[in-house]
T-cell receptor, first 118, second 114 residues
């Protein structure tokens, strides 16, 4: 159980276009989801916290108009990279926190999305 | 602000041997959670082990165990009987409370020699 699906796994796009990444909790409800960015050989950097039915909370230095987050249901959050540029190329990872009290302390991660902007 | 430090960028261990990965953290909170995550070449983050700060007993999961020293703010991971499949990047992570965000260390890349 506790599977988080992230789609697509790899996307290549032209500079100036927008890209949407989906994060789904397949077998549990997730009130809160998180979006991370990871550069090669580096750690995960939290970009924003996504809460179902409300606005996302962005970390300092992350442009909210650049990285649009929508969490419309208890099982789906999306990250849209708007007007992507080569410097946005990175590995994006989502995670989901279970709503159920018993296992609330654990975050489950998606497999990540590699974004390459040409 | 809370910080997590992994001072070993790379570690190597012989298959079947034991290795310990270090992690220190800084916080003024008394109640928090600590985690070790594994990220293999597939880049899928996998939870290895977790520890609640209020528990004095060190967490254990099969070949993986931690040495949690709350006063020293240290949280090391011991891998016993290392296997080739243990080769990965290991991240130590801290979370302030149940709703808080995860703060990751820089990571330690573990290689396992046959």
């Amino acid at each position: 159980g506790a599977v988080v699906s992230q789609h697509p796994s790899w996307v290549i796009c032209k500079s100036g276009t927008s890209v949407k990444i989906e994060c789904r909790s397949l077998d549990f409800q997730a009130t809160t989801m998180f979006w991370y960015r990871q550069f090669p050989k580096q750690s995960l950097m939290l970009m924003a916290t996504s809460n179902e039915g409300s606005k996302a909370t962005y970390e300092q230095g992350v442009e909210k108009d650049k990285f649009l987050i929508n969490h419309a249901s208890l099982t789906l959050s999306t990250l849209t990279v708007t007007s992507a540029h080569p410097e946005d190329s990175s590995f994006y990872i989502c995670s989901a926190k279970r709503t159920l009290q018993v296992l609330k302390n654990i975050q489950y991660f998606g497999a990540g999305t590699r974004l390459s902007v040409l | 602000a809370q910080t997590v430090t992994q001072s070993q960028p790379e570690m190597s261990v012989q298959e079947a041997e034991t290795v310990t990965l270090s992690c220190t953290y800084d916080t003024s909170e008394s109640d928090y959670y600590l985690f070790w995550y594994k990220q293999p070449p597939s880049r899928q983050m996998i939870l290895v082990i977790r520890q609640e700060a209020y528990k004095q007993q060190n967490a254990t999961e099969n070949r993986f165990s931690v040495n949690f020293q709350k006063a020293a703010k240290s949280f090391s991971l011991k891998i016993s009987d290392s296997q080739l499949g243990d080769a990965a990047m290991y991240f130590c992570a801290y979370r302030r409370d149940q709703g808080g965000k995860l703060i990751f260390g820089q990571g330690t890349e573990l290689s396992v020699k046959p």
